[in-house]
């Protein structure tokens, strides 16, 4: 099998959520394995300037028509979140948690995230609704809800996050193929077909 | 035949040479025309805060891995230019200008002075290589030249600006069906499945 692929992608972010529900299929397909990296778009903007998409002027609004409507034409569950943008430490301490102990397990929490959030507008910010989450997968709900504040957690993250400045994550989705970078849920099709020929 | 569909588009946008190449036949699957409005982005960025693509940190650079990627993958000539982003005053103007003799010839003009400039890396800021192109597009050229400084025509594309900004148009391509905001070339399939179904 070749090296896997990144996927890096923000839990506030409804573009990371509809790639995450087709991602692994995607590289399935093509013999690939995918690594999950969540990380903090907050932090990204910090470097990039970048803002929120519901604060950027008019992109703000269309993104309220193409959201929803990108949901609906991939047949996901979708309600706009209460509560948009949010912080997602929690989540993403959680889920990189959740992935030193079961990989797998981390990407059925990292999805049940993602949909408690963008489906079922819960408050993913809430420690305890992680940790409901965690439990429903199967970990320790008390474990994962120390994993919060783990000291250690919060190291692994923040080097993630390192990593991925470093390689110049800007965005959620991003995805990068034998350090081939690719941005945006409307770049899914590229990933497959760079996948299936080695890139054009 | 049903209402046309409107193509807003600046022509510093390679997002929007990529889209001016399909719209049309798009359309044309549906029963519907296409309406081509040559926007300026610089003043749509004046009012949304936006700002040209190369002068992003990060998302610059990536877009030089995705417009050639993008090209590559439709199979259209490109190259990137010397001189990016440029004003497109002249072209817009011209266009505008060329729209009111023959709508068709427009079309032509308009795809011409994308090629020129995505393509060949000709330098569609200079009137007289829009002048070259619009005599090429069986244009009067002297006519074609004056109308780059021609009062009415300014005026014309400054109303056609002050419409483009009242609809919200923040970007390019943006495509408007039926009151349906599509934003982005990689949007033109959701464009196709909007004209055949009516909305999803």
């Not at 690939?32 to 990204?44: E, S």
């Not at 903007?45 to 309220?64: I, R, W």
């Amino acid at each position: 099998m070749s090296a896997p692929i990144d996927f890096y992608f923000d839990f506030s972010s409804p573009y990371g959520y509809f790639a995450s529900t087709r991602i692994d299929s995607i590289a399935a397909k093509h013999g690939r394995d995918v690594n999950w990296h969540p990380i903090l778009l907050g932090a990204v903007f910090k470097v990039t300037g970048g803002a929120p998409l519901p604060s950027l002027p008019l992109k703000g609004d269309y993104a309220k028509f193409d959201i929803p409507r990108c949901a609906r034409l991939l047949g996901l569950p979708f309600r706009f979140p209460t509560k948009f943008p949010i912080a997602t430490q929690a989540a993403a301490r959680m889920t990189v948690w959740a992935q030193s102990l079961n990989r797998a397990r981390a990407k059925t929490l990292a999805s049940a995230l993602y949909r408690a959030y963008f489906a079922d507008d819960r408050d993913i910010t809430s420690p305890e609704v992680c940790a409901d989450l965690a439990a429903a997968c199967d970990f320790d709900r008390a474990r994962a809800l120390a994993s919060i504040n783990d000291p250690a957690v919060k190291d692994k993250l923040k080097t993630e996050m390192d990593v991925a400045l470093a390689r110049d994550v800007f965005g959620s989705p991003y995805i990068v193929v034998d350090g081939e970078p690719f941005w945006g849920a409307d770049r899914l099709d590229h990933v497959d077909h760079w996948l299936a020929t080695g890139g054009w």
